[in-house]
């Protein structure tokens, strides 16, 4: 095993000595013969955007090598909400490089995600998997520029209340146990998550407590390192399978619902994106943030309103997406600020080994390593309720499309806010609904129908979706009735 290797937590990449990207189907079954594994998971992503499973119990040799080869037939009408009529079967094939040993099982069980194809061998054109890899290729092959994502998942816990140390509603920030709760939920979660293949960055308690009678809800977060946008996805949804199972298992609920109870904190899911050139981070110069990243942040704001349709996906979307609730409601960006829709925040540029030495005078200079700046851009409107896949395809075309606009720059320009975004009436606002970010949606899809990225009938299919919720003007309908509050709540709870 290489030096790279030896602190990698995924138990695979420690017993093949190669990095994940690499595993072949020899390595898997080398392994599975190793290790007594005796069964299989094939993993996908439906059109409701939830880790689906197909259990396979190991039969042989002969048996495993034709589903690790073949892989197996599913009911895609059942899958999809939107799909050809001549693709209501699909193929699901196992892609080796996301293979990882199940924590849950009862028995020793090798679970792989698959990719989805149609009668003719083909990707399936909807899939949302296969939408996300048509955006990044054109996004790559018309800019010339690769785009790495990470997420921030947020989260709420809900037990029994703790009488001992109890927790401070809106004060939940950072703070550490015995005054924040369920932390060895969130680092059980984490060891997991990185152990099959999820890059952790770091994980902690976040502002949101709450004391609801009997209950106590805790927000806790945890966030992801920058990896290609494909692979950001696929890990952002088997980290939220990965919490529920954990969560159930200490015998609480979790939800990444985007509000839980008004004027409490909600739950985002922003994301934070940068572009990469050979392998170089090109956001940022010796003068700043470069004109190829504000022309992102341009795609981002430009596409900002339709956007929020896969993004924000629920109605209780737009009860999170309200003033000084450090969620954006204006169209504009800034650094360092929480109330705008597109933030810059700190990315150790110019900084590099300075805080260091001051933190660590006894460093000997010599062995100082480097640091490379991590600048990123930050889209802040999206929740938990979204669909990751769809979600990444389409900041992937606002991208493009913001690279691509000769007028990016001056929107950037214009946009650009220092102080709190919501005193600036001046400037658009985000959808106030599901219904209107359809509409926003459907005035926006050739961005996202370019180069055949998004199918016209999968953005229809979105589209009547989000205008089924009937929330047009829902804030004012319910206002002042809390017992239709609780029920809308209580109906998305567990979204996403």
């Known amino acids: 095993m290489t030096d790279a290797l030896k602190l990698e937590p995924n138990r695979l990449v420690r017993a093949m000595g190669k990095p994940a990207r690499d595993f072949t189907k020899r390595d898997l079954v080398r392994f599975i013969e190793a290790n007594d594994i005796r069964m299989l998971n094939f993993r996908y992503v439906a059109g409701d955007g939830r880790l689906k499973k197909l259990n396979f119990v190991i039969n042989g040799a002969a048996h495993l090598d034709r589903v690790l080869t073949a892989g197996e037939r599913v009911d895609g009408s059942s899958l999809f909400s939107f799909i050809a009529a001549d693709s209501s079967d699909l193929y699901v094939v196992p892609r080796y490089r996301t293979a990882f040993v199940n924590p849950f099982a009862e028995v020793p069980t090798l679970d792989l995600i698959c990719s989805f194809y149609d009668s003719h061998g083909d990707p399936l054109e909807s899939s949302s998997e296969q939408v996300l890899r048509k955006a990044h290729r054109a996004l790559r092959d018309e800019t010339g520029y690769q785009m790495e994502a990470l997420g921030e998942l947020e989260y709420y816990l809900f037990s029994d209340v703790d009488r001992i140390y109890p927790i401070v509603e809106q004060r939940g920030y950072h703070e550490s146990h015995p005054f924040s709760k369920w932390g060895l939920v969130r680092r059980e979660a984490m060891k997991v998550i990185s152990e099959v293949g999820g890059m952790i960055k770091y994980g902690h308690a976040e502002v949101g407590n709450i004391l609801d009678g009997k209950f106590e809800m805790v927000q806790h977060e945890i966030e992801f390192l920058p990896t290609p946008i494909e692979d950001a996805a696929d890990q952002l ?14 015998g609480l609920e979790v939800s990444f619902a985007p509000k839980i109870i008004v004027g409490h904190a909600g739950s985002g899911l922003h994301v934070h994106t940068r572009l990469v050139r050979d392998g170089a981070n090109v956001m940022t110069d010796v003068n700043g943030l470069t004109d190829v990243a504000k022309k992102l942040i341009a795609g981002f704001l430009g596409c900002a309103e339709s956007l929020t349709a896969f993004g924000n996906t629920v109605p209780t979307s737009f009860l999170r997406l309200v003033p000084h609730q450090e969620a954006p409601t204006r169209i504009c960006w800034g650094d360092r600020n929480r109330s705008v829709l597109v933030r810059v925040p700190l990315g150790w540029v110019g900084v590099q ?25 930050e889209l802040r409107s999206p929740d938990g309720s979204a669909n990751v896949h769809l979600l990444l395809a389409g900041m992937a075309c606002a991208a493009r499309y913001g690279l691509t606009d000769p007028d990016a720059l001056a929107l950037t320009e214009r946009l650009y806010v220092r102080a709190d975004a919501a005193k600036a009436p001046s400037l658009r606002e985000l959808p106030g609904s599901c219904a209107e970010s359809a509409e926003r949606l459907l005035a926006q899809r050739a961005r996202y129908e370019q180069h055949g990225v998004f199918p016209a009938g999968l953005v229809d299919a979105l589209a009547r979706a989000l205008k089924a919720h009937d929330d047009e003007r829902l804030s004012e309908r319910l206002f002042g009735n809390a017992a239709a509050l609780q029920e809308l709540v209580r109906r998305h709870l567990h979204c996403g």
């Open 237 to 250: 949804v088997v980290a939220k399978w990965a919490l529920r199972e954990v969560a159930y298992k200490h």
């Open 353 to 377: 080994d300075k805080m260091l030495r001051d933190a660590n005078p006894a460093e000997p200079v010599a062995e100082i390593s480097p640091v490379e700046h991590a600048q990123t851009v």
